[in-house]
């Protein structure tokens, strides 16, 4: 059992489980206890009908009465481990599930600043493994412990009443049990959490590989792979080697030592048989068979104390990590005096912004800096720029991913941080430059943004002909029901991204966005896009982001973009008469166009 304020509200919600589950394990136990004693009277019984007290009816009726209690305290221990069971079993299954809703919950709302911070593959680790972990302490741990100490603490009360000599002849056994257990526990624990760590690392490792699989082939880097791959799995198995060493030790110790306390008992039990013989109160042997047998008894409460420390040491550490995620805070939220846009126009002001990510190290250059321009309701414009020129950034800023300065990017007027961030990504549609697509049929990929109750499929038919997919979808076997496989292998890059394009257009927003959303498809298919999008996004805003001019050349403006900095803006034309670096990039395409016609 383990506490905490992150688990704690889910014992009060399924309290009644908990309850259940505990009382009927007290049950359990109390009727477990009658067992020892009455097989202990009865060898007092057979003993006395040896010596002639008692009749051989006496001795009949004994017994017929013995199986009667006997059958009853099995019915009801029989009957009370189902309902321990359900309901500990049940409650800890129950906790844990609405655990990890929460954790996932809160995964949702994270910024990308986490997952720019930590690897999916080891998030992963958490949401199985520690859950894992925080299940065994909360249902198994539970009942171990309860039982632990009430199974325990009352076979003791029985063994001190059938004779207290005995009884402290266990004292030092049990006491050096206990300090074995909470010294070792302690290394336990530790190297628990190495192992944990260990395995974070080789989930890791072994989700970036199997992502990166394209490339490890085509590079021939699978030896390296493996060999990485096998000193992270050496360093797990290590790790938990070192963990079962200790587990082991503890084991062996704890039954050498219960082992040679058995000896003892029955050596000294002996003897003090023949002691008392005589005396008014005799230790019988009947006596010492119910002693041997509740000592017998409180050798599955000892052991559970190492089960207990384990269990409970592994628990606490995984809900450590769980709550790492839990308290993670959330950056982005929506301002206390939000304003309630009903609809987005589509003005859009940058109002000289200079952003830094927030994982960028002291003294590198902002991501962006000191831009300034505006986009009015209905405009569509092109921002062009080289890779790594900040493109990508300025749509992560329209899409609220990070947080801004105050009127430093302001839509329909108002601050960006002062709208609510759901409607902003709401009624932007986004076609990002590695369109994911899920594993799911075409159809459901295309209307990922749209309300269901509106996605019909002449509406899903005409974005995919505006965004010049439709002929290729039904090309497959399947049509629109095609799943797509796991990231999209089944569709080229260039059918790829124009899915992502009908997925953006079925939303039909006030501002679209497409970073550089064609880059993949040739160019008689981008200009046959684009005029399709020219025709749709009439009166609505479009930022074309691109590193290719065809893209861009028919924008109401072009800003160009080069190292974080707007260069220019302007049309075309304009561009083409005053900027130098804008030339430069025109003439040098078309350069690279004509070798590629040839
Ligand atoms: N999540 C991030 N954290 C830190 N730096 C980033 C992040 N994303 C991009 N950058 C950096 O910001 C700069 C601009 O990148 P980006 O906007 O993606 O360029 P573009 O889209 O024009 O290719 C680059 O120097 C890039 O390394
Ligand atoms: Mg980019």
């Known amino acids: 059992m383990i506490f905490s304020k992150s688990i704690n509200k889910y014992y009060l919600k399924f309290l009644p489980y908990f309850l259940m589950g505990i009382i009927s394990l007290l049950i359990v136990d109390l009727a477990q206890l009658e067992v020892p004693a009455i097989i202990g009277n009865l060898v007092d019984d057979l003993e006395a009908y040896r010596t002639g007290e008692y009749s051989e009816g006496q001795i009949l009726g004994i017994i017929n009465d013995l199986l009667l209690t006997l059958t009853l305290i099995a019915a009801l221990i029989v009957s009370g481990r189902f309902l321990w069971r359900l309901g500990i079993m049940g409650g800890s299954r129950r906790l844990v599930y609405e655990l990890r809703n929460d954790m996932f919950d809160h995964a949702l709302k994270l910024s990308p600043r986490f997952y720019s911070e930590r ?104 030896d390296k792979e493996i060999r990485h791959f096998l000193k992270a799995n050496k360093n797990a198995r290590d790790k938990n080697v070192l963990f079962a060493r200790m587990q082991m030790l503890f084991r062996a110790l704890t039954r050498i030592i219960v082992s040679l306390s058995f000896v003892l008992m029955i050596f000294y039990g002996m003897q003090l048989v023949e002691l008392t013989q005589d005396t008014a109160d005799p230790f019988t042997i009947g006596d010492l068979v119910a002693f041997l047998s509740y000592f017998s008894m409180l050798i599955w409460p000892m052991m559970a104390i190492s089960m207990i420390i384990n269990v409970r040491s592994r628990g606490k550490a995984s809900l450590k990590r769980i709550e790492s995620i839990l308290d993670e805070p959330i950056d982005i939220v929506d301002d206390e005096n939000v304003v309630d846009i009903e609809e987005i126009r589509g003005d859009i002001e940058f109002n000289n912004l200079t952003f830094a990510y927030p994982d960028a190290e002291e003294g590198d250059d902002p991501a962006l800096k000191n831009i300034s321009f505006d986009v009015s309701a209905g405009e569509m414009i092109g921002i062009l720029g ?30 960006i941080m002062k709208i609510p961030f759901k409607k902003i990504r709401e009624d932007i549609g986004y076609v990002p430059q590695d369109g994911f697509l899920f594993s799911d049929t075409i159809k459901n990929n295309i209307a990922l943004g749209v309300d269901d109750d509106r996605a019909d499929m002449d509406k899903i038919q005409e974005v995919a002909q505006l965004s ?131």
């Open 468 to 598: 010049d997919v439709h002929d290729n979808i039904v090309q497959f076997k399947h049509g629109y029901e095609t799943v797509i496989g796991e990231r999209g292998v089944t569709l080229s890059g260039g059918q790829k991204q124009r899915v992502s394009i009908a997925r953006a257009l079925a939303k039909n927003p006030p501002i679209l966005i497409m970073d550089d959303s064609v880059s993949a498809v040739d160019t008689s298919t981008e200009e046959k896009i684009l005029r399709n999008l020219r025709k749709l996004r009439k009166g609505k805003t479009t930022i074309m982001i691109a590193h290719r001019i065809s893209t861009v050349k028919n924008a109401d403006k072009i800003v160009v973009i080069d190292n974080g900095e707007i260069l220019d803006v302007g049309t075309h034309e304009e561009l083409e008469a005053r900027c130098e670096f804008y030339r430069d990039l025109v003439e040098r395409q078309q350069l690279e166009d004509e070798v590629e016609g040839q």
């Open 119 to 222: 690897k999916v593959g080891g998030l992963m680790a958490y949401f199985i493994n520690d859950i894992q972990a925080v299940r065994r302490a909360t249902g198994p741990g539970m009942i171990m412990l309860v039982d632990m100490i009430f199974l325990g603490g009352l076979v003791f009360m029985r063994m001190f009443m059938i004779d207290a000599r005995m009884t402290m002849v266990l004292a030092v056994p049990l006491f050096i049990l206990a300090v074995l257990g909470i010294t070792l526990g302690n290394i336990m624990r530790q190297r628990f959490r190495r192992a944990q760590e260990a395995f974070e690392y080789l989930s890791d490792d072994v989700q970036e590989s199997l992502s990166g699989i394209d490339v490890i082939k085509s590079f021939v880097k699978e």
């Open 386 to 415: 080289r890779t790594g020129s900040g493109k990508t950034s300025i749509v992560d800023l329209l899409l609220r991913l990070y947080n801004l300065e105050e009127n430093s990017l302001l839509i329909d007027g108002v601050d």
